[in-house]
């Protein structure tokens, strides 16, 4: 009924404390994120903060959600709708960007 | 279900369906992103000064306890593929109580907005002042619209655990819930990831 | 089972099949509503679509008579000017929302999607129910709601006038349209994994109709455009009831902000329209000329791009809003690259025509007419991406013209191709085709008749959305409405016809087209569970041969065995 997994090689699953590291890791890029906000760093202040939210939501897919086992579909799946969302707003931002006041 | 020993995994259909369940939910909330992007484009400092008005306790808390909740329902997930149901029967409730914290949490933080009259609504008063009232105005409309949304989803995501905790005592059906659990663990913690992008967009803008 | 003996138990040639004594299709699942209203099998969740669809067309279809009716004087005199946006309001929204998006997709789709590739049913049957529904309820609250009172804002709902001015029943019109939104979001879900994963044996991705290419890329962009059209409507609510939003330059915010969002959804589902159709015209194309499709995989990557790019030209809607000129000219390249796609499909069509063996079949005679109506369409598509000439022919019936060529000349008569096309395998009869050549052919002429005078309009200036106009565009609206008229009695005899065929038309056998494809390799109507025994897939798609016609496709390879 279904066709052949795509993967081949064994995956060795997560141990418990893999979990609790994740978490650690979780915690300290918020504190991270926390800290730096506090720091003026002008401009970089938002890419920071967005590169750190970006860690963090890899931790949380790669991890917690089992990308790293995960079929290529689902991983697919789970980027699409990010890169959408940046297409839509850069393209609007190539308008909103270069409107003469 | 049993991953003790490594083994290849691969997705269920359910899981395939669920995963683009979630590409579409990342859609949704990209358009509220979209939204603050391109008002925060037009606003920058009106953007800055509001969003110092947000409770940055409650808010960073509210991350932590959001992200512990994930950590939990991960580990129900895997405790129920080890066969270790009585594990799942605490951490599933603990990713309720988690879960259910935040709300109370993000309640008593709308409380406080509404008493510092922080609310952009016409007919209230809006406590702000600056050169751009209206930008910070749209500061606050964004940040209610988008938490409010996210504890929308969040609130489902309880129902959904709390179902599970019901599915996992009576122990009917291990591999389904197994499965269902996993399921409902996906969509946890998008809801969590939403936040994680929600958390520094709207209280860590400019805290200096 | 080799295609051989398919041919042999499956001839057009032979007498009907006798069906073998405990035998029955889905169509003996139970007679009754509830049997219908509880059903998990796609091919009733097909005919439930079908059905509710045609009342929407219909209903759809009297607010174009009435259009038409006050079109075809200069004087606003018919109905008032606040009736009239009223009135093109809801022909738009029934049209676009709970006619054209899910009518090839849930229906065709729904019914023939798991039969193409070998499979049982659906990924998710009950979320196929469930999709329904939600259908049926928003699109049913709406209409009510339209009645009621209406909507004067336009099916586009542009601010300012949505969010601050219109005195209608905006609010309920989203709502109902959010919700069935979320119809087509499950949809297209259930497609994509469907798709992935309940493929037959053996049933590679480039040995696929090119239909089932045409439904996931469809499904591709139900998924991906519909959500953001689902928020963007709840953040317009929200500005309309609580005064406050970022789409009010009042308040700060930007009413092209609304724009970008609502097109970068409205945009992409112009594919959702017509991509299906284009699936379609492959399925009907091959048959009728017995040839294999000109260049499959150039057609099956030509789907995908357009269904890529397609996301990227939405601002060429907004050319005249206020966007910046640098937009302007992003998506207006980009438009022009989304036509090469698509003009690689028409120059395959055509290349599969050639040194084909044709037959005039009533659903070859509406797919030749898809191909050049929709031809016709996507050129005077490319004028109007060109940012100069838009400037002068935005905003008047030279568009009204162009989208209504790819809609109606295209989706539509694609769809009825389809119909026609695969009558006898939902139905398990045969319809009348001296009628049905007739209609398509009495469809095609007053299709003609109706759309195009409107190019000529709108190159005069004729404004679109006006209930009233100046005199010397009086003649061109005549001929307009005439035409209109000679369509509506068109689209009507197919529904005479085939509805007497259900109960007077000749028993079809399995495959009376002689036709590729797995859904051909079972009983008409198919049994619940749609094979007896799996399917076993062609060696390739459209396997066709075209100096012998009469042979079933498949069957000249192993003739030479």
Known sequence: MTSTPSQQEPIQPLPVAGYVWVWLALMVLLGLTLASSYIRLDGFNTAVNFVIAGMKAGLVAYFFMRLRSGDALVRIAAVIGVLWAFTLTALTLVDVLTRRP | ?208 | MTSLSAAEAASATAPAMPAPAAASSYLDEGFNLWSWLTTKDHKRIAILYAVSITAFFFLGGAAATLIRLELATPQGDIVSAETYNKIFTAHGVIMVWFFLIPSIPATLGNFLLPLMIGARDLAFPRLNLLSWYLYVAGALFTVGMLIAGGVDTGWTFYTPFSTMFSSTYVVYALAGVFVVGFSSILTGLNFIVTTHRLRTAGLTWFRLPLFVWAIYATSLILVLATPVLAMTLVLLALERLFGIGIFDPALGGDPLLFQHLFWFYSHPAVYIMVLPAMGVASEVITCFARKPVFGYRMMAYAIVAIASIGFLVWGHHMFVSGQSMYAGMTFSLLSYLVAIPSAIKVFNWTATLYKGSITFDAPMLYLLGFVGLFMVGGMTGLFLASLAADVHLTDTYFVVAHFHYIMVGGSVMAYLGGIHYWWPKVTGRLYPESWARFAAILIFAGFNMTFFPQYLLGVAGMPRRYHQYAPEFQLLNVLSSAGAAILALGYLLPLVYLSWSLMRGKRAPPNPWNAAGLEWQTASPPPPHNFDSPPAPPRKPYDYDPTRPEALPGSAAAAQT
């Not at chain 2, 389904?176 to 803008?205: K, N, Q, R």
């Open chain 2, 1 to 208: 279900m049993n991953a003790t020993s490594a083994t290849v995994r691969r997705n269920t259909d359910e899981e395939v369906g669920l995963w683009v369940f979630l590409a579409t939910e990342v859609l949704f909330f990209s358009v509220l992103l979209f939204g603050y992007v391109v008002t925060r484009i037009h606003h920058p400092q009106a953007f800055a000064l509001a969003s110092k008005h947000t409770d940055i306790v409650l808010g960073s808390v509210n991350t932590a306890v959001l992200l512990t909740s994930s950590l939990t329902i991960a580990l129900s997930s895997v405790s129920l593929e080890m066969g270790r149901r009585r594990a799942a029967l605490w951490l599933l409730p603990a990713t309720l109580v988690l879960g259910a914290t935040f709300l109370a949490l993000k309640f008593l933080e709308y409380a406080h907005d509404i008493h510092e009259q922080l609310v952009p609504l016409p007919w209230l008063h809006f406590s702000l002042s600056g050169p751009d009232v209206a930008g910070e105005r749209l500061f606050f409309y964004m940040y209610f619209v988008m938490t409010g949304a996210h504890a929308v989803h969040l609130i489902v995501g309880l129902a959904l655990v709390a179902a599970m905790i019901v599915k996992v005592a009576r122990n009917e059906n291990p591999d389904h819930s197994c499965g269902a659990v996993e399921l409902t663990g996906l969509y946890w913690h998008l809801v969590d990831i939403v936040w994680i992008f929600l958390y520094p967009m709207l209280y860590l803008i400019s805290r200096t």
